[in-house]
Nanobody
Framework: QVQLVESGGGLVQAGGSLRLSCAAS????????MGWYRQAPGKPRELVAR???????NYADSVKDRFTISRDNAKNTVSLQMNSLKSEDTAVYFC?????????WGQGTQVTISS
C-alpha cells in the first residue's frame, strides 16, 4: 500500500504563490502517475494536474500557465507550484498516486485565496 502526506497549504492573497508537496511511502513497486486534485465546497473533486513517471503532464485548463507539477521519482515526491493564484483556486487539494496494485489519496490540504 501507499501512504501520501501533503504539506504546503495555507492562506495567501490573490496573485500570490504557494507550493504544495506530497511524499509517498509504503510498500510498492512503482508509482505510475502522481497528481493533484481539488475540491471546493459544494463541487465535485476535479483534476488539477498529474504527471507520469516518464514526465508527461496534464493540466486542467483553468490552471494552465499558472501551475507547474513536478516529481522526483527517486524520492517518490510530487510538488505543485501555484502562481498567480485566484479566489476560485480556493479548495482542499488532494495528492493522488496510481500504482501497480491500486490508487492512494492523501488526506488533503486547505488552500485559501483571499481577494
Amino acid at each position: 500500500q501507499v501512504q501520501l502526506v501533503e504539506s504546503g497549504g495555507g492562506l495567501v492573497q490573490a496573485g500570490g504563490s504557494l507550493r504544495l508537496s506530497c511524499a509517498a511511502s509504503g510498500s510498492f513497486f512503482r508509482i505510475n502517475v502522481m497528481g493533484w486534485y481539488r475540491q471546493a465546497p459544494g463541487k465535485p473533486r476535479e483534476l488539477v494536474a498529474r504527471i507520469a513517471s516518464g514526465g508527461s503532464t496534464n493540466y486542467a485548463d483553468s490552471v494552465k500557465d499558472r501551475f507547474t507539477i513536478s516529481r522526483d521519482n527517486a524520492k517518490n515526491t510530487v510538488s505543485l507550484q501555484m502562481n498567480s493564484l485566484k479566489s476560485e483556486d480556493t479548495a482542499v487539494y488532494f495528492c493522488n498516486a496510481v500504482y501497480v496494485n491500486g490508487e492512494a489519496w492523501g488526506q488533503g490540504t486547505q488552500v485559501t485565496i483571499s481577494s
